[in-house]
């Protein structure tokens, strides 16, 4: 079954960094455009980046553009959000996703808080 895994979430200091992955199975990971959405305590979750199949193009929400990077490896089947500069305000639950046969798919989830 479709399969979408994220890992590297944690406890980071303002200004520190971060990286996590996203592992895609039971689909052909090389053919479908690649999502990182966030949700804030109390807020709507909300569209942090994108990357197409192919890695060629990205797109970010204006708040984290400069800071953070999306990248992919189809071979490795996994999807990278690089987090610079962190914010106390970047601090959510992370989700990886993907459109895959028709549905929206989603992982558990990595949370991500940003504090001193």
């Known amino acids: 079954q479709v399969q979408l895994v994220e890992s590297g979430g944690g406890l980071v200091q303002p200004g520190g960094s971060l990286r996590l992955s996203c592992v895609g199975s039971?689909?052909?990971?090389?053919?479908?455009?690649m999502n990182w959405y966030r949700q804030a305590p109390g807020k709507e979750r909300e569209l942090v980046a994108g990357?197409?199949?192919?890695?060629?193009?990205?797109n970010f929400v204006d708040s984290v553009k400069g800071r953070f990077t999306i990248s992919r490896d189809n071979a490795k089947k996994t999807v990278y959000l690089q987090m610079d500069s962190l914010k106390p305000e970047d601090t959510a639950v992370y989700y990886c996703?993907?459109?895959?046969?028709?549905?929206?798919?989603w992982g558990q989830g990595t949370l991500v808080t940003v504090s001193s």
């Open positions: 990357i197409t199949d192919g890695g060629v193009s990205t």
């Open positions: 039971g689909f052909t990971f090389s053919n479908h455009p």
């Open positions: 996703n993907a459109r895959v046969y028709y549905r929206e798919r």
